[in-house]
C-alpha cells in the first residue's frame, strides 16, 4: 500500500509540474513580441515628426542664397571655397566625420584667348555673320567676374566649314527621316538641331555616325518658352541671348573618361586624351535662338514637315546650305576648346548608426554648377545642407539613427557625373556589401506644378506612405497632405488609383548607384505639368539666368515647396536608416514587372510574322515575373510573423530586402555598355534622360527595323529575352527561405 501511495504521490507532483509547465509555455507564447513592435515604431514616428518639423524653409532659403552668389564651375577655385565652406557648416551641425575627398578627372573649359563662336562666310572668306561670345549678364551680376560662356564640355578643336543642314531635334528617328524620306545626306556637311527631347550627347552621337563635320545646337521658344510668360528677369522663360551649356559626351556610366571603371586618383593608369572613352570627334557648339535666326532664314532646300517646325520666323528649310542668292555662303565653326585632367573634391559627412553602422543610407547631390545654378543645382544643395542641420540638431538631442547615414556634395556632375561615379568606384566593394539606398537631391524643382518622384518599386509604398504624412505647400490647400495634392494633380493611370511614380533612367547622380551596383534608389522634386506645359526641362536651364532670384522671385516664394521636397526626400533617408525592418516592398517590385514584361512583349508583338519565323517568344519572361510574383508574396507573409526580438531573423530579412536590387545586376552590362549593369532599368541607347525598363530587350527590338541582317537581329532578341528571364527568376530566388 506504502509503494502504491508513494506511485500516486510522484504522479501527481508530475501532473501538477507539467501543467505549470504548459501554463508558463501558453503565458509565454501569446506575451512574446510580435511583428508590430509598437514601442519602436512610436518611437521613430516621434522622431520622424521632429526632424520634419525642424526643417524651415526660411533656412532653405538662406542657404540657396548664399550658394549661388558667385559661379562655382567644377574644378575652379570657387567651387573649392564652396567645397570648404560646405565641409566646415557640416562639421558644425555636428555630423560624426567630414572629409573632403579629390579626384583627378578630365575636365573642360573654352581657350580665353580664343573664344568659340559661329560665323557665316562668303565666297571670299570674310565673316558676314558671327554668334554671340556671351550671354547678355543679368541686372545686378554686371561686376562678377569667371562666368563662364556658353560652351558644350568636351568638344574636340576643329574649324569646319561647309553647307548647313537642319535636323530637327538630332534624334535617331530625324536623321532617318531626313535621309530616307526627304533624300538629304549630311555627310561632309554642318547641321544644326534644336535642344530638347533627348540628352544633348545623343545628339552629337547621332551626328557622328551621320557623317557630319560638326553640330550647331540652340534653344528654339517652341521648346524653351512657356506661353504667356515673359522673358527673364520680367519673367522664366529663356532670351534670345540665353544659350544652354552642358557636356556631350557619351559616357554609358564609364565615369572619368580616362579611368574608365576604376576611380581617378593620382595613383591610377590613364588613357591618352584622345583615347578617352565617350568624347566627341566632331565639334559642338550651343548658340541662343536670336543667333539661330541669323544661321537658319536664308536655308535652301526643302520645306520640312510640320513637327520640325519650331516658333521662330523661318522657314525651317532643311537645306543643304542657303538660298540662290546666298549659295556661296557657308557657315563655319571656330571651336577652340581645352580638355584638362583637373583636380575636383567631394564632401562626404556620416552619422554613425548605433545598432548597425555597417549599413549605409546615403543623401547625394552635386553642388557644381555651369554659373550660379539657382535651380540647378543649388535648390538641390541647399536642401542637402537643410536636413544635414535637422539632423545634427536631432543629435544633439541624443538621437541616433539605427544604420549610419552618409551625406553627399558632389562635385563634376555637370562634366558627366564624375564626382559621384568616381566615389562609387572608390567604394563598390563597400557599397556593394552595405549601402541600403540611395536617394539622390539634385534640383528641388523643375517647375510649379506638383511633386514628381521617381524611383525603384521597391520604394512606392514608402513614398505614398511619407507624403501622407507631409503637408501640402500649395496656397489653398491647407488641411491636405502632399499626397492627396500630388494625387490630384498627376494620378496613375490605367491600372492604380495613385499618384504616378517614374523610372529612374539617368542624368544624375544616381546612375553609379542604382544602375551599376543595385542599390535602391529614389529622387524626389517639384515639377510642371506634364500635360500642359511642352516646353523642355525648364526654360532657362544650364543658362547665366539661372540665378537665386529666378527662384526667390517666380519658381518659389516662400520656399514652401523647397520644403516639402526637402522633407520627402530627408524622410526617406531617416526611415531607411531608423526603421527596424527595413521598408522596402518586394511585392512592388511584382507588380512593376508584371506590367514591364507586358509592356515589352506587346512591342514585340508588333513583329507577329518574324516572331513566329524566328521562333521568338516571351513565355519565359512571364514565368519568370510570375514566380518572382509568388516569391515576394511568400516573404511578405513570413515578414508578419517575424520575431522582432531576434536580431539575426531581423538581419536575414533585411539583407534579403537590400540585396533584392542586386539581384538585377548583370556583371556582364548591357550590350555595348558595360558600365550599365540593371537587367530591368538603364537609360535608352537614344536618349540619356529616358528610363527604359527591359532595356536590352528594347534596344534590340529598336534596333529590328535598320538591321542590315534580320535573322541576326532577331537572334540578338531571343538572348536578350533569355538574360532578362534568368536574372528575374534568379532574384525571385533571394527571396525564398534561407536553407
Known sequence: MRNEGRIVRWIWWLVVITAFFLVGFIIGWFARPTHTHTENEASSSHHLQEFLDEMQASNIRAHLRKFTRLPHLAGTKQNLVLA?????EWQAFGLDSVEMVPYDVLLSYPNPALPNYISI????????????LAEPVPEGYENVSDIVP??????????????????NYGRTEDFFQLERDMGVNVTGKIVIVRYG??????????????????????SDPADYHAPGVQTYPDGWNLPGGGAQRGNVLNLNGAGDPLTPGYPAKEYTYRSSPEDGVGLPKIPVH???FFDAIQLLKNMGGQLPPNSWRGALNVSYRTGPGYTDAFKTQKVRMNIHTDNQVTRIYNVIGRIRGAEEPDRYVILGGHRDAWVFGGVDPISGAAVVHEAVRSA???LSKGWRPRRTIVFASWDAEEFGLLGSTEWAEDNAKLLQERAVAYINADSSMEGMYTLRVDCTPSLHTLVYDLTKQIASPEEGEEGLSLYESWHKRDNWTGDRDA???SKLGSGSDFEAYFIRLGIASGRARYTKNRRTEKYSSYPVYHSVYDTFELVDDFYDPGFQRHRAVAQVRGALVFQLAH??????DASQYAGALRKYTETIAQLGHTHPTEMETYGVSFDSLFSATENFTAAARGFHERLKTLDTTNALQVRQANDQLMYLERAFIDPLGLPGRPFYRHVIFAPSSHNKYAGESFPGIYDSLFAIGHAANPGDAWQEVRRQISIASFTVQAAAMTLTLPA
Open 84 to 88: 570648404e565652406w560646405i565641409r566646415d
Open 121 to 132: 562666310v562668303d565666297h571670299a572668306g570674310n565673316e558676314v555673320f558671327s554668334s554671340s
Open 197 to 218: 527631347k533627348i540628352f544633348r550627347g545623343n545628339k552629337v552621337k547621332n551626328a557622328m555616325l551621320a557623317g557630319a563635320t560638326g553640330i550647331i545646337m540652340f
Open 499 to 501: 499618384p504616378r511614380i
Open 392 to 394: 545634427g540638431k536631432l
Open 150 to 167: 556658353p560652351y558644350s564640355a568636351f568638344s574636340p578643336k576643329g574649324q569646319p566649314q561647309g553647307d548647313l543642314v537642319y535636323v
Open 286 to 288: 550651343p548658340i541662343g
Open 579 to 584: 526603421a527596424l525592418v527595413l521598408p522596402l
